[in-house]
T-cell receptor, first 115, second 115 residues
Framework: DADVTQTPRNRITKTGKRIMLECSQT?????MYWYRQDPGLGLRLIYY???????NKGEISDGYSVSRQAQAKFSLSLESAIPNQTALYFC??????????????FGEGSRLTVL | AQSVSQHNHHVILSEAASLELGCNYS??????LFWYVQYPGQHLQLLLK??????LVKGIKGFEAEFIKSKFSFNLRKPSVQWSDTAEYFC?????????????FGQGTELSVKP
């Protein structure tokens, strides 16, 4: 089984619908992240959480919300999906900060299409 | 703003050609540096990382990268590419003394290797 699991892997929805992408991890990491990937733009950070009680906005948080239900679970919601949120979404985890900080472990990705 | 720049958006090479992908960053302090690879249809995987010590680091599959602090660069190299190296490559940087630090990705470089 994968260490970082995302569901669903693929989703097609319509404009205005609420969508939730879920992420769970078995690595025991404190830090979890949601990125979106768009061609030519690389990965952009949406939200991140350094522990269960910590939620932070990333570069492109507008139109998204998150919930850290437990150390191992971090979900991303699109309250009212719009077509320009069509993208590949990745969840990632990392260990706590320190001199060796920064290495991320990624899920398989969730491809979302908003019609 | 802190940023990471990858100058090559799409590189096309023949098998056995040498590869060098550029990466520059704009942080002024101490950083950790990473190259991630994304094979077609897959999630990102760590290719190599630099935390400290020898600025020439070796990763998986024959890849290496050199950290040149004075040039704020961390270029990726491989002496002889293979068709299986076809993938997208992402450089990423994090400031290790910023407790709120986040890994920042470059835009990615798509590498196509012709057999």
């Amino acid at each position: 089984d994968a260490d970082v699991t995302q569901t669903p892997r693929n989703r097609i929805t319509k404009t205005g619908k609420r969508i939730m992408l879920e992420c769970s991890q078995t690595k025991g990491h404190d830090r979890m992240y949601w990125y979106r990937q768009d061609p030519g733009l690389g990965l952009r950070l949406i939200y991140y959480s350094f522990d269960v009680k910590d939620i932070n906005k990333g570069e492109i948080s507008d139109g998204y919300s998150v919930s850290r239900q437990a150390q191992a679970k971090f979900s991303l919601s699109l309250e009212s999906a719009i077509p320009n949120q069509t993208a590949l979404y990745f969840c990632a985890t990392s260990d706590s900060g320190g001199p060796n900080t920064g290495e991320l472990f990624f899920g398989e990705g969730s491809r979302l299409t908003v019609l | 703003a802190q940023s990471v720049s990858q100058h090559n958006h799409h590189v096309i090479l023949s098998e056995a050609a040498s590869l060098e992908l550029g990466c520059n960053y704009s942080y002024g302090g101490t950083v950790n540096l990473f190259w991630y690879v994304q094979y077609p249809g897959q999630h990102l995987q760590l290719l190599l990382k630099y935390f400290s010590g020898d600025p020439l680091v070796k990763g998986i599959k024959g890849f290496e990268a050199e950290f040149i602090k004075s040039k704020f660069s961390f270029n990726l190299r491989k002496p002889s590419v293979q068709w299986s190296d076809t993938a997208e490559y992402f450089c990423a940087v994090i400031s290790i003394y910023n407790q709120g630090g986040k890994l920042i990705f470059g835009q990615g470089t798509e590498l196509s290797v012709k057999p």
